[in-house]
């Protein structure tokens, strides 16, 4: 299994810019989330997933939209970067709530 | 505000030696309490939950102990070994309104081991 996999490992974004995170589990887990993590921080919840269809918003979701077709992609988008939002980003998956599986993140500047 | 924080930003230890690493929770409603681990340049990984009804909870090497009295959660590394460093992050389940597996993570503590 590959586990969580995240694209891009890096992104440099301009003020305004769009993109979507890409976001993907081959365990088959209902379960699944995005978080943000500033320097030095823990991480923050942004959206997070209970099964094909079924969205909900985390701690931090503005500025951020997700979907979730298919049980494997979990994609998060974002619509006009701003430099707040620069920071590394985790997509995680899980069985149980607690156990969650993480990916190796994507490194997002926006400048 | 966050709800759950740690005692110590840094933790020093000798290999070999035992490590405790500490945090503090305020929220009473959380069920759940997790510790991850995360190296350098890579995302967390999980090491050991504990339920909020459970006192003390073993795995490999590491003991999670759990006193709701004074809402404090610690993690203990048996012989601490060079790969042992990393940042470690407690994390807590808050299971309310439906929200399900809306995990609160703290700041997190930098363990450096000394060979």
């Known amino acids: 299994n590959a586990g969580v996999t995240q694209t891009p490992k890096f992104r440099i974004l301009k003020i305004g810019q769009s993109m979507t995170l890409q976001c993907a589990q081959d365990?088959?887990?209902?379960?699944m989330y995005w978080y943000r993590q500033d320097p030095g921080m823990g991480l923050k919840l942004i959206y997070y997933s209970v099964g094909a269809g079924i969205t909900d918003k985390g701690e931090v979701p503005n500025g951020y939209n997700v979907s979730r077709s298919t049980t494997e992609d979990f994609p998060l988008r974002l619509e006009l970067a701003a430099p707040s939002q620069t920071s590394v980003y985790f997509c995680?998956?899980?069985?149980?709530?607690?156990?969650?599986?993480f990916g190796p993140g994507t490194r997002l500047t926006v400048t | 505000g966050e709800s759950v924080g740690l005692h110590l930003p840094t933790l020093s230890v000798q290999e070999g030696d035992n490590s405790i690493i500490n945090c503090a929770y305020s929220?009473?409603?959380?069920?759940?309490f997790i510790w991850y681990k995360q190296e350098s340049g890579k995302g967390p990984q999980f090491i050991i939950d504990i339920r909020s009804n459970m006192d003390k909870r073993q795995g490999q090497r590491v003991t999670v102990l759990l006193n709701k009295t004074v809402k404090h959660l610690s993690l203990q590394i048996a012989a601490t070994q060079p790969g042992d460093s990393a940042v470690y992050f407690c994390?807590?389940?808050?299971?309310?309104?439906?929200?399900?597996?809306?995990?609160?993570f703290g700041k997190g503590t930098k363990l450096s081991v000394k060979p």
């Open positions: 995680a998956s899980s069985y149980d709530p607690h156990q969650q599986y």
């Open positions: 365990m088959n887990h209902n379960y």
């Open positions: 994390a807590e389940n808050l299971n309310y309104g439906g929200s399900q597996g809306n995990l609160i």
């Open positions: 929220n009473s409603a959380s069920d759940y």
